[in-house]
């Protein structure tokens, strides 16, 4: 089994929008329960010919992230309108994934909010909301200084 001693807890992560103008916060997905897995996969590009009898041969190509899948608990409906507004504008947005993790580093990449969700309700549920982002580009962690 792995040595856990240096293993750091994802408690206390939040995801924001930042504004259009500046570097102030526009919108904070509150009420977080999961922030799927932010990963980047390079395609690859074959580049065989007739003469490669030994086998196929690839050249690294473009990177692509993917979606990015998020789910919380309703906290505050105004936070929902705001995320619908988003939702409907159909924009591409800059996004911070802020963590505790090796004091305090922040993921951050450009996205359009391309699915949105309120959950089912039940008797003795939550109120709830998904959504998925689509990144653009590449993200990046800058370490908190």
């Known amino acids: 089994m792995a040595d856990r001693k240096n293993a750091t807890r994802s408690i206390g992560a ?3 929008v930042m504004a259009k103008a500046g570097a102030t916060v ?3 997905f509150g009420g977080l329960t999961s922030i799927g897995e932010l990963s980047a996969e390079r395609e690859k590009i ?8 030994s086998g196929k041969r690839y050249i690294p190509g473009a990177v692509e992230v993917g979606d990015l899948d998020i789910e919380g608990n309703i906290e505050d409906y105004a936070d929902v309108e705001k995320v619908m507004t988003l939702f409907e504008a159909g924009e591409v947005r800059k996004f911070e994934i802020r963590t505790t993790e090796d004091g305090g580093a922040v993921y951050k990449f450009d996205a359009s ?3 949105f969700a309120v959950g089912e309700r039940t008797v003795d549920g939550f109120n709830t909301y998904s959504a998925t982002l689509s990144i653009n580009g590449m993200f990046t ?3 908190k200084s």
């Open 14 to 16: 939040e995801l924001v």
């Open 46 to 53: 074959d580049v065989s010919t007739l003469a490669d009898i």
């Open 113 to 115: 909010l391309t699915k």
């Open 26 to 28: 526009d919108i904070n």
């Open 141 to 143: 962690r800058v370490k």
